[in-house]
Nanobody
């Protein structure tokens, strides 16, 4: 089991940027596929991005605006979010992929507590 803690959320105007962090303790993150998901009020948890050892995945809605990366020395995965839109407003979660499709929330375990991102128009 790995413990994940998200940070970096906040309130930003449309067009602005934020960088989210997903810090791990208990295990080395570099060996895992880590995903970012988001959940807006009244909506299902939605795939945003994931990073494995050799492949990066993005949802179409964030492609070209968001960048996922990892710093193995800091045991942290980042999500750089640029050109933010009001529809990006949600609680953002990171989690460890275990089995199945990387695009499906049910394929993940060890969810963090989430960090709120609010984009004002």
């Amino acid at each position: 089991q790995v413990q994940l803690v998200e940070s970096g959320g906040g309130l930003v105007q449309a067009g602005g940027s934020l960088r989210l962090s997903c810090a791990a303790s208990g295990r080395t993150l570099s060996t895992y596929t880590i995903g970012w998901f988001r959940q807006a009020p009244g909506q299902e948890r939605e795939f945003v991005s994931a990073i494995s050892r050799g492949t990066i995945y993005y949802a179409d809605s964030v492609k070209g605006r968001f960048t996922i990366s990892r710093d193995n020395a800091k045991n942290t995965v980042y999500l750089q979010m640029n050109s933010l839109k009001p529809e990006d407003t949600a609680v953002y979660y990171c989690a460890r992929w275990k089995l199945g499709s990387v695009f499906d929330a049910s394929s993940y375990d060890d969810w963090g507590q989430g960090t709120q991102v609010t984009v004002s128009s």
